[in-house]
């Protein structure tokens, strides 16, 4: 990040390519570095960011496990280190990194 835009490295020629959170959009949710994200383009200007279909991210806040939760208990909302909230199972906690799914902002498993 550079002031309120993100730079992206071209990994073929090493160029840095300068977004602004607007272009990201969503994808901002899954800005950790040395993810590697398709940018999109339209006549040689960026116009979108496409992150990979799982990416790891570490849990900075949730709630402890609750023993003896009943099965409607069995998730709580977690929030990752890009800002993002996910629910995840009780046996998640802090300074975990889970797998995401991009597509759904959906948790896959405990990475």
């Known amino acids: 990040m550079s002031g309120e835009d993100a730079v992206f490295m071209d990994l073929e020629n090493y160029e840095q390519i300068r977004l602004s959170p607007e272009t990201i959009g ?19 200007k960026p116009v979108g960011v496409q992150p990979p279909l799982v990416v790891e991210l570490k849990v900075v806040k949730t709630d402890p496990y609750l023993k003896g939760a009943t099965q409607s208990a069995s998730n709580k909302p977690a929030t990752l280190e890009t800002g993002l909230v996910v629910t ?15 597509r759904e902002d959906k948790y896959v498993e405990r990475a």
Do not use: C, W
């Not at 901002?28 to 590697?36: A, D, E, G, Q």
């Not at 009780?90 to 991009?102: A, H, L, M, N, Y």
């Open 26 to 44: 969503a994808s901002v949710n899954y800005l950790v570095p040395n993810v590697v994200m398709t940018i999109e383009l339209h006549e040689g």
């Open 88 to 102: 995840v199972p009780q046996f998640i906690k802090e300074g975990d990194v889970v797998r995401v799914d991009t």
